[in-house]
């Protein structure tokens, strides 16, 4: 569903003559329904069992897709396309909390580090696998016509899903711990976020997701109507930060479990605090080199994100009490996901901001876009400096973190000649008289 839907919705409004404005509130319209629907999911903590809740919301979401292309398709309307995105992003958010808890009951707390950088590992391989596959039809249907190419691509997408419902019945679902003795308000934890780890942790969340999705939103945009990438090239730049993530998770996961999760939040919040930038700069330059130096950033890209995520994953069920996991989950989503809302709506005022015909600020910033590069590349990194100092580290190892640049120029080809080590060995030991 993800390398097949997800991945192609934005080239899919671009199709149909997206604005700036409009990408803009394709990311945060979705994401402001789907956090503030988890308020309304936690009341049926008691009511429903959490597998029968991601069965239901998995079925809905496989639906969601075929209308998604149906219906804009037939309109041929952005809006159409995002009140449909809308509906499906909510369903995704609903059973997202009761996932969440589900996971919290099942993995070892002194191992989720390195199970959920193994799992989310497998998950980046079948991504990759399926965006480039993906990628690869939409840039040959597309000789003919785009819009049949994202027909087969949702489609797919939507089929996915529905089969996605069939292992979630087949999951081990043990006792939930919900704590009914205790009516945790969501205006309780507002009062208390400022006092809090995990408070503090939810508003450097919150507004690093700001900074982030000033300049997110038009990134497929950015790609194909400013560097003039075709489709083909699109998935590549998603394909080159799919391969490099799954690569290294499972290796920040063990740094997670060694250096703990605070630890490595930093590191990867200052990495991608560069991004924008890189982009930024990227424009200035001519030629076939410039698809190169997008692969190389995106590279990157997977290599921070990686990490960023699988820190945000495993901090959230270090600063939960078990018996309250799924309500003060909904409660962090609900400002995470304001916080890409409140982002994509500044993207979409900087992108229309009026551009002077002539003069320095014209040379700097021919494009819209590039002015909301530079305002989140500056939003990140006074993010970091005001809210990081402010976030507890609890899991306390006792270690001290290498250097940030260990992350960047050593752990990584560590991890890539680990990989190649193991498998050797592997396939070594497969291919042994003994185990024939």
Not at 42 to 69: C, D
Not at 173 to 196: A, G, L
Request: hydrophobic fraction near 50%; proline fraction near 4%; charge should be positive.
């Amino acid at each position: 569903m993800w390398g097949f839907g997800d991945s192609f919705l934005p080239a899919f409004a671009v199709l149909l003559q997206a604005t700036t404005t409009q990408l803009g509130l394709l990311v945060s319209i979705p994401q402001l329904f789907a956090a503030f629907i988890q308020l309304y999911a936690i009341r049926f903590e008691n009511s429903i069992s959490r597998k029968t809740m991601m069965v239901i919301t998995a079925l809905f979401q496989g639906f969601t897709w075929f209308a998604i292309f149906l219906l804009s398709w037939a309109t041929g309307s952005v809006y159409v396309l995002i009140i449909l995105a809308t509906l499906y992003a909510g369903m995704g958010a609903m059973g997202l909390p009761f996932w969440v808890s589900w996971m919290g009951d099942l993995v070892d707390e002194d191992k989720r580090g390195t199970f959920f950088g193994r799992r989310n590992r497998t998950v980046g391989v079948i991504t990759f696998s399926s965006l480039a596959i993906a990628g690869l039809l939409l840039d040959f249907i597309s000789q003919w016509t785009a819009m049949a190419g994202f027909a087969t691509l949702f489609i797919i997408a939507g089929s996915a899903r529905l089969y996605s419902a069939r292992y979630f019945r087949l999951q081990y679902e043990p006792e939930p711990h919900f704590k009914p003795t205790r009516n945790y308000s969501f205006k309780q934890f507002i009062q208390e976020m400022p006092d809090t780890s995990f408070g503090m942790f939810t508003i450097y969340v919150s507004v690093m997701n700001i900074a982030v999705f000033i300049s997110g939103p038009l990134m497929v945009a950015y790609w194909l109507q400013v560097l003039g990438f075709s489709y083909l090239q699109l998935t590549i730049l998603m394909g080159s930060i799919s391969v490099s993530s799954f690569l290294m998770i499972s290796h920040w996961g063990k740094h997670i479990d060694q250096y703990g999760n605070r630890n490595i939040l930093e590191v990867s919040s200052s990495i991608i605090a560069l991004f924008p930038l890189l982009w930024f700069l990227l424009h200035f330059l001519n030629g076939p080199i410039v698809i190169f130096l997008a692969i190389a950033i995106q590279v990157l890209g997977g290599l921070a994100w990686s990490g960023y995520n699988l820190t945000l994953g495993n901090y959230v069920y270090d600063a939960i009490d078990p018996t309250n996991r799924l309500r003060m989950t909904s409660y962090h989503n609900v400002f995470k996901g304001s916080g890409i809302v409140v982002g994509g709506i500044l993207a979409g005022i900087l992108s229309n901001l009026p551009i002077p015909e002539t003069g320095w600020v014209r040379d700097f910033f021919p494009n819209g876009i590039l002015i909301c590069f530079a305002a989140s590349v500056v939003l990140r990194i006074l993010v970091i400096k005001i809210y990081m100092p402010k976030i507890n580290e609890l899991r306390l190892t006792g270690k001290v973190r290498p250097p940030i640049y260990y992350f960047v120029a050593v752990m990584p080809f560590r991890g890539l000649k680990a990989d190649l080590l193991v498998g050797i060995n592997r396939t070594i030991q497969r291919k042994s008289p003994e185990n024939v």
